[in-house]
């Protein structure tokens, strides 16, 4: 499988930015999808996740309110909508596929691909 992200950049605090994942080479419409963002020395931290369907989103509580997730199954696209941004938000983000099973979906073990990531920085 592939997933390769787009979209980050350099945003002042209180702008947006959109991030989008391609993802190639699974039954997409058959994975649930989640967003992990990084920084350095620190671990991989959970963001937003979106079940198979698109049905069921859920979102760390750092950015509830301010960051949106869906997905588009006919285009093989998973998205990050992202407004209000803090400098705290500034990090390498990840878009990652797991089965849709019983676990910890905040788990970056749960996932079993990942894109190779995309720097957002948000400037103060």
């Known amino acids: 499988a592939q997933l390769v992200e787009s979209g980050g950049g350099l945003v002042q605090a209180g702008g947006s930015l959109r991030v989008s994942c391609v993802v190639s080479g699974l039954t997409f419409e058959s994975w649930a999808m989640g967003w992990f963002r990084q920084v350095p020395g620190a671990e991989r931290e959970f963001v937003a996740g979106i079940s198979w369907s698109g049905g069921f989103t859920y979102y760390a509580d750092s950015v509830k309110g301010r960051f949106t997730i869906s997905r588009d199954n006919g285009e093989n696209t998973v998205t990050l909508e992202m407004s209000n941004l803090k400098p705290e938000d500034t990090a390498v983000y990840y878009c990652?596929?797991?089965?849709?099973?019983?676990?910890?979906?905040?788990?970056?073990?749960?996932?079993?691909?990942w894109g190779q990531g995309t720097q957002v920085t948000v400037s103060s």
């Open positions: 990652a596929a797991r089965r849709p099973v019983q676990g910890n979906r905040e788990d970056p073990s749960e996932y079993d691909h």
